[in-house]
Each structure stands twice: as C-alpha cells, then as structure tokens.
C-alpha cells in the first residue's frame, strides 16, 4: 500500500481517488499506518483504509480466498459512471506494479474523452499512435502498428 | 461528515442492497448474510458497499458511492503488516 501512497500525488493529478480492504479492522489499519507506512511516505497513508472483516466486499469482487480468510491482492480500475474498466488479481506473494496500473487508467481516460471512437494498441503509452477503429483499419492496422513499435 | 462512534462490535463492510439503511453506520458481523455473490465483471456496474475505514487520523466509514463521478483504483491486499 505504501507504493499506491507514494504515487498518490500522481493519481490525484489523473483524478483518480484511491480505496484499500483488507480484512484487518480500522484500528489495525491506523496502527499499521502510524508505526510502519509513515516511516515509508511522508505523512502516511493519505487515501481511506477500508475494513472487511467478514469478507463480504472481498466476495463481491471475486477476491476472497475461503481457506485463508484474506483478500488476494485484486485491484479495480472503477470509471466516473462506476463501471469497472479493468481487473487484476495476483496470490499474495507477488506484488503489483502500480506504473503498469497508471497507464491503463491514462489509456482508459484517453478512450472515455474520445468517446470510444480511438483505442490504445498494445504497450501503448501516453503521447503514442493511437488507433480509430473503423471500416478503413480492418486489415490494415499492420501500415500504421506493429509489436516492434512497443517499448 | 461526523465521525464515526468507535465502539466494540466487530463491524465490517457490507455490500448493495445488504448495506444499513443508515449508509455511515456499519453492519456488525452478526447481521450479516451469509451469502454474497461474486458480481464484479469488467464493463460490469462496480458492487457498491459501505466499509469502516481509517483516513488520514479520523474513523469514518467509506462507501464506493462517495465518489461517484471520479475515477477510482480499489486495492484489495491480504493484510496489513504482511511483506510486499
């Protein structure tokens, strides 16, 4: 959670607000946040530290894992209509990369502003071709993109 | 928002229609069904839910709904104090 603080400024700069669950209660999470994660971000953890204690939101998204009684590390990207956009779901061990996370969301937000009429071909990254599906790009996206294009 | 009453029950997040008609007073774990479905789908409507939460020195319960209109990254971890 502290790599998500630590980038907060840059989410906040995408307009994107942050929530975390896991299944400790809300006192544990302030005294995860006082003893440990201040020592990681300045100021702590600056986004809300949800508790789900019985699982039930953990349940909802598919993230609960019956035989450990935790929450696997699942992360949502939740659109301004509330509609879920993308989904990743790791076992506890590996952790996430949030700079991956950061390019879906400007991807997404390049898409929702064009009003679906472009799409973001594979390693995009902002400032990049982007593509305009149509009749004219069938069969021809190979004169405008290829996988040596990605980075 | 008035924080939240710190009591003992063990309180936990709730969602949809399961939530507490008062959307700030979480559900205690007694009350809770025992079934929730898995409903998160990409393209999908996001399970709204309400959830006692820690925010920057304050207890005040969170629900998805607050921030309806704002992009939104939830991030489920096993637990705190764990190591990655």
Known sequence: ?151 | MAEEAVGCGRVTGTVGDDAPSDAHAPAIVDELPLEVHVTATVGQKAPDFTAPAYHKGSFNPVSLSDYAGSWVLLCFYPGDFTFV
């Open chain 1, 1 to 151: 959670m502290s790599a998500v603080a630590d980038k907060y400024s840059e989410l906040q700069d995408l307009g994107v607000e942050v929530i975390s669950v896991s299944v400790d209660s809300h006192f544990v999470h302030k005294m995860w946040n006082d003893h440990e994660l201040t020592k990681m971000v300045d100021g702590g953890i600056p986004f809300a530290m949800a508790s789900d204690q019985a699982g039930n939101i953990g349940r909802a998204y598919g993230v609960w894992d019956e035989a450990q009684g935790i929450e696997l590390r699942g992360r949502f990207i939740i659109d301004p209509d509330g509609v879920i956009q993308g989904m990743e779901v790791l076992t506890p061990p590996v952790g996430r990369r949030l700079s991956e996370t950061i390019r879906q969301i400007q991807a997404f937000q390049l898409v929702r502003e064009s009003g679906g009429s472009r799409a973001t071909p594979a390693g995009w990254q902002p400032g990049e071709l982007t593509l305009k599906p149509g009749p004219d790009l069938v069969g021809k996206v190979w004169e405008v993109w290829n996988p040596s294009m990605e980075q």
